[in-house]
């Protein structure tokens, strides 16, 4: 069977206004479906999504849809296939070890009770959960620990809203968020520079592989520029997320308050319950069968992690926020060969800030609707109207 068409843009700026419904909504039409205005097939339910993750050979990480082999976005690890992917994710690997961590996980605990501290004097006040917590949190200890420069971290966000846009189609909101990013890439260039990077830092371990030859220069700098692309707003969101959800789900942060050993679990629940990446692209190797619908060699195909992890078939109440949700197999933090390598640093930046909440915050309540990221990949709050209140322990 040739893959069910539709017409509809899913991604103009109504549809990732609404991404959640829309992304729904093409999980349920078809295990496959064609978008005729991107000739793209997406695939949106559990099952599939997650075997096509573990399934590199099959949808290869070489193109994707709207692949732009000049896009400013990096390309390198994420963009490629073994036998070129192992050794370059092997080197962030040895550079993220247990020990290599734990100094940055001390950075990580001393930024978040000063942080959290300062934002007591606030308690009451609507404050934006973006720009007043998760933001400045990530925006400071992920250019820390990667070694970057002060000079320029003010446009982390600007940086991250291009980045997110070179993801998906060139439509007006591509053309909106390009516009002006010249100099945030060229900021992002020079400060993930070897000449500007901290010499004991995440971001000089990818200097030093190339020292050793394990990778070029030009590659090294690729790496530094992608974990900053990769590590920052993808952290920001979900961490928004996770209070957004604590706001609709009060029952939860004292849940959460009383058992904080379930915070890993709460942290990867927001992931499950709204993702901030809508889609990853593939492309289809060879000719490739789903439920009877044939998706033929070298078509481009648009994986739905966000879609995928509220599909009823695998979830129980998949709209419910549950902390003590048994979560194996969400995607998340995507399957396979290319799952999330950054994942234990964004763990420990979010056990690091939610500790010291826990302790000082008895309760989070919306203040207002979120505004949205209005990037057609990238999904999340830009602004999250809140108020908290202060615990009395
Ligand atoms: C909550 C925060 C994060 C989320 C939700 C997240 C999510 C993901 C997902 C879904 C993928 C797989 C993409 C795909 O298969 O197409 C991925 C890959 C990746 N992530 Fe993360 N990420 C987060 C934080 C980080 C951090 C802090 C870093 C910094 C080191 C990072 C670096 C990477 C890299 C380099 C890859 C590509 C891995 C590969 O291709 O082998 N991420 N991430």
Sequence with gaps: MSIPAIDDDVFDAASVLNARAVDDRLRELSPVVWLSRENIAVLGRWEHVSEGLRDWESFSNTSRPWHDPNSVRPEILLTDDPPKHTPVRAILQTALSPRALKVMDEHFQAIAKEQVAALMAREGEVIDAVADISAPFVHKV????????????????????AVWATMGPMNDLFAEAMEGAEPLLEWAAWACSREQINPDSLGMQMYLAADRGEISEVEAHLLVMTILSAGADTTVITMANLIRAFCEFPDQWQALRAEPKLLRNAFDEALRWDSPSRLAGRIAMKDIEIDGI??????????????????????????????????????????????????????????????????????????????????????????????FHAASR
């Design 294 to 387: 044939t998706i033929p060699e070298g078509t481009r195909c648009g994986l739905l992690f966000a879609a995928a992890n509220r599909d009823p078939r695998k979830w129980t109440d998949p709209e419910a926020f549950d902390i003590k949700r048994d979560l194996r197999g969400h995607v998340g933090w995507g399957y396979g060969i290319h799952s999330c390598v950054g994942r234990t640093l964004a763990q420990l930046e979010a056990d690091a800030l939610f500790n010291a909440l826990i302790e000082k915050v008895d309760r989070f309540e919306a203040a207002g609707e979120p505004e949205w990221w209005m990037t057609t990949i990238g999904h999340g709050p830009a602004k999250l109207p809140i108020r």
């Design 142 to 161: 992920l250019p820390d620990v990667i070694g970057m420069p002060d000079k320029g971290r003010e446009q982390m966000s600007a940086f991250g809203h």
